[in-house]
């Protein structure tokens, strides 16, 4: 089962869901089913996720802003670095020159609000 990190990753899977639940229409397969199935677990695991990421800025084409807290057991700005490049951190695709429309990280800023660890998090578009 693929995680999904993003409105855009759920869209896209509502989409892969569609495209199986007709294939399995015409020809229904073991194979198809199971991918039906992890496809609708991804989804409820994103849509009964706690919220803790709420989108501040959306530039359209051009990226968003994301607020993050990090979980509870984040106590340092250490951790927090750590946390942040583990779970939401995306590297820049390669290349100077050409466009590949993948979004990575622009910036992001660490801090602390009522007692716990946030992240500011910019999400560039490579165009």
């Not at 993050?68 to 946390?83: F, G, S």
């Amino acid at each position: 089962m693929q995680e999904i990190r993003s409105a855009r990753e759920l869209r896209i899977n509502y989409e892969h869901l569609k495209m199986y639940e007709a294939f399995y229409q015409e020809r229904p397969t073991e194979h198809i089913a199971d991918a039906v199935k992890n496809i609708k677990k991804a989804i409820r695991k994103y849509r009964d996720r706690p919220e803790t990421t709420v989108l501040v800025k959306d530039f359209g084409i051009d990226g968003e802003i994301w607020l993050h807290e990090l979980p509870e057991n984040v106590h340092d700005k250490q951790t927090a670095l750590e946390v942040f490049k583990k779970n939401y951190y995306l590297e820049a695709p390669g290349g100077l020159y050409d466009c590949t429309g993948k979004a990575f990280t622009g910036w992001y800023k660490i801090f602390q609000r009522r007692g716990r660890w946030m992240v500011y998090h910019r999400i560039c578009v490579d165009v």
